[in-house]
């Protein structure tokens, strides 16, 4: 088990097995040392658990929770990937995509969630790049989606 899993464990949080994407794309795209993790949703056992509209159906603090499920999914897809978190060197770049009702404008707080689990489980290596976007749907009503950039060790490090 990597350190990054038992720090989630810890945490509360089990990493589960990487699901397959429901539509046309690859889950992680590598170039060179970098990977680019496709918009992961808060799918648990393979079902979105969470539907609805941040600022109406979920709180900020619920958003939050859901924004960090989110980032254990993009962990799981990193882990089949490459066999082991501790390959991370760096996260780049956080993309987070906030299902919002009308008039809500506090995206950053809800990707917040995701950005201080990141920090919290790798330290200095976590902190990154982020954009927060207000959005007026997402894929199957999901109330948050989550893109990562990581750098990882190369080869033989």
Same mark, same amino acid.
């Given at each position: 088990?990597?350190?990054?899993? !038992? ?43 969470? @539907?609805? @509209?941040?600022? @109406? ?27 082991? %978190?501790?390959? #991370? ?27 201080? %689990? ?14 927060? #976007?207000?959005? !007026? ?21």
């Amino acid at each position: 088990m990597s350190i990054i899993e !038992s720090k989630l464990e810890k945490l509360g949080y089990q990493l589960p097995a990487a699901k397959p994407p429901l539509f046309s794309y690859v889950p992680i795209v590598q170039y060179e040392n970098l990977l680019f993790i496709s918009g992961q949703l808060p799918r648990v056992d393979g079902t979105l658990k969470w @539907k609805g @509209k941040v600022g @109406k159906d979920f709180t900020i603090e619920q958003a939050q929770e859901i924004s960090r499920i989110c980032i254990i999914n993009s962990l799981s897809q990193i882990k089949q990937f490459t066999n082991n %978190l501790d390959v #991370i060197e760096k996260v780049v770049q956080l993309r987070g995509f906030v299902n919002s009702y009308s008039r809500f404008n506090q995206q950053p707080r809800v990707i917040d969630g995701a950005s201080n %689990l990141l920090e919290e489980l790798l330290g200095e290596k976590g902190k990154h790049s982020r954009t927060a #976007i207000g959005v !007026s749907e997402l894929p199957q009503d999901s109330p948050v989606e989550i893109e990562l950039i990581v750098q990882i060790k190369e080869s033989g490090d």
